[in-house]
């Protein structure tokens, strides 16, 4: 029996490969794409959930189980995104409270973002006599800044940084002013023994449409420098050139002691130290002007330009 020239046999199998090589890639065509790398900005919808999640738990009044499960939650997520923790635990009365924080960066000067996660024990502000004695949920007045500072965890190029960052997360300030209580008991614990480059301090910035006054006894270096940053990333709508009100919280402890501060804070937001402070009243687009603003701001090393004028 004869057999076929060897050619034809060789352009048959050429044009089976080519065939199956067409059909193979038809159907890579037809799977889905690989996952993209999660972006690393700051992102307002994500920080909206984190206050959520503390809302959920319900008031945290200082020294309470709830404010101690917060503070896990808050541990948990600081873990979670690579981030060393500390823990600084202190009594008031036969209440056990507690600061904790996340750190980042070997060296250079220390530059402090803080809020407080603790919500106040009563609602003394609500318009309704009968509701003052309850506490309040405290969704602006403590989760706000707890997810901003939580999603600047997650978001912040910290490889990028020539300084060291601390996100803290300090106990025992919500209920400042209130008689029968420390006043601002965790920000005069944390400065005991430390005294950061700078610090920034945040309360109160979720609110829907938040505008940002400056504040009148702030470090005008740090916060000019924040609040021109701000503008030229396009939220000059909502800080603001003119001067709010002295507010008497934990920002004023660390400019007691020397520190360089400037606070983040919607001064008039009405529904603090009420019933009505929950998490519907919080808004994504507000917490982003405040959580995009430090991420460019800690990782463009901003502070580095004027960190020797502070000292």
């Known amino acids: 029996m004869s057999r076929l020239p060897r050619w034809p046999q060789l352009a048959t199998l050429f044009a089976l490969l080519l065939s199956l090589g067409y059909l193979a890639w038809l159907g890579w065509g037809m799977l889905p794409s690989a996952p993209q790398e999660e972006g690393r900005g ?19 009044p200082a020294g309470s189980s709830r404010a101690w499960r917060t503070a896990d939650m808050i541990l948990s997520e600081l873990d979670r995104q690579g981030w060393k923790t500390a823990v600084e635990e202190y009594a008031v009365g036969n209440l056990q409270l507690r600061n904790v924080a996340g750190l980042a960066g070997d060296e250079g000067p220390l530059v402090v973002i803080a809020t407080h996660y603790d919500t106040p024990s009563v609602s003394d502000r609500d318009g309704d006599p009968g509701r003052q004695d309850e506490p309040s949920p405290g969704a602006n007045d403590g989760a706000s800044g707890v997810a901003v500072l939580l999603e600047l965890a997650r978001a912040l190029d910290v490889t990028r940084l020539h300084h060291r960052v601390w996100l803290v997360f300090l106990d025992g300030e919500a209920d400042a002013g209130l008689p029968a209580w ?82 983040i804070i919607q001064p008039d937001y009405p529904y603090a130290r009420t019933v009505a402070d929950v998490c519907n009243k919080l808004d994504a687009e507000s917490l982003k002007s405040v959580g995009a603003l430090l991420e460019s701001y800690l990782e463009n090393n901003d502070f580095m330009t004027i960190a020797p004028a502070l000292k």
């Open 42 to 60: 700051f992102d307002g919808a994500r920080a909206l959930a984190l206050a959520g999640d503390q809302c959920e738990i319900g008031p945290r």
């Open 182 to 263: 420390e006043e601002l008991s965790g920000a005069r614990r944390f400065v005991r023994n430390r005294h950061p480059a700078a610090v920034i301090y945040l309360d109160m910035v979720g609110g829907a449409d938040a505008l940002f006054p400056q504040s009148p006894d702030a470090e005008d270096l740090l916060q000019s420098q924040l609040w021109k940053l701000a503008a030229r990333m396009g939220y000059d709508d909502r800080y603001l050139p003119e001067t709010g009100p002295v507010v008497q919280d934990a920002h004023t402890v660390f400019l007691a002691s020397g520190i360089p501060t400037a606070e």
